[in-house]
């Protein structure tokens, strides 16, 4: 079946430090790819997606290019700020026999500190 | 605009209690989810609904039925509740559309379940 494997953390960060957050899927078919982010007592948001190969999503700094090649999804962001401490979900988004399904990872959780 | 609206927000059971969790969405999308959330284990889905009328079990059905009531609406039933059961459980919703292209799910803001 389908999963997303990343890095549970925390990934901890000074302000305006370089982030990087693997994340490599496995699932059949041509899947779209997105990264959520939940801030503390919400739900998740989307944050960025990639719907075909070598698509780049981008949103609030963030970057992300779907790798099929490496069947990767890694999230990037050059300089992080105290208000990106979140946990970030990376998923993906299948059809199978005709109906949709959203797989996720374990979420990592970063702290950046002033 | 509300999007994915849930109720209640906080519950405290007591073991063998049954509820129903409320979700319901207005934005037309033709699926609906439940997740639980656990600490370590991601987000994993109880059930979910490709269309008014159809429910499919995920991957931790076990002690779980839904209700697809209509196109707005999915609710989700613990009939017996245990302790096991102590989670963050959060309902989703998203536009199918056909082909290979799939749309992002927009998510309710969480119950949080505590059994007792």
């Known amino acids: 079946g389908d999963s997303v494997t990343q890095m549970e953390g925390p990934v901890t960060l000074s302000e305006e430090a370089f982030l990087t957050i693997n994340c490599t899927y496995t699932a059949t078919g041509y899947p779209s790819l997105f990264w959520y982010v939940q801030y503390p007592g919400e739900g998740l948001q989307l944050l960025l997606k990639a719907t075909k190969a070598d698509d780049k999503g981008s949103n609030k700094g963030f970057e992300a290019t779907y790798r099929k090649e490496t069947t990767s999804f890694h999230l990037e962001k050059g300089s992080v700020q105290v208000s990106d401490s979140a946990v970030y979900f990376c998923?993906?988004?299948?059809?199978?026999?005709?109906?949709?399904?959203?797989?996720f990872g374990i979420g990592t959780k970063l702290q950046v500190i002033p | 605009n509300a999007g994915v609206t849930q109720t209640p927000k906080f519950q405290v059971l007591k073991t063998g209690q049954s509820m129903t969790l409320q979700c319901a969405q207005d934005?037309?999308?033709?699926?609906m989810y439940w997740y639980r959330q656990d600490p370590g284990m991601g987000l994993r889905l109880i059930y979910y609904s490709a269309s008014e009328g159809t429910t499919d079990k995920g991957e931790v059905p076990n002690g779980y039925n839904v209700s697809r009531l209509n196109k707005r609406e999915f609710s989700l039933r613990l009939e017996s509740a245990a302790p096991s059961q102590t989670s963050v459980y959060f309902c989703?919703?998203?536009?199918?559309?056909?082909?290979?292209?799939?749309?992002?799910?927009?998510f309710g803001q969480g119950t949080r379940l505590t059994v007792v």
């Open positions: 998923a993906l988004s299948s059809t199978s026999g005709g109906y949709q399904k959203v797989t």
């Open positions: 934005m037309n999308h033709n699926s």
């Open positions: 989703a919703s998203s536009l199918r559309t056909g082909g290979s292209l799939n749309t992002e799910a927009f």
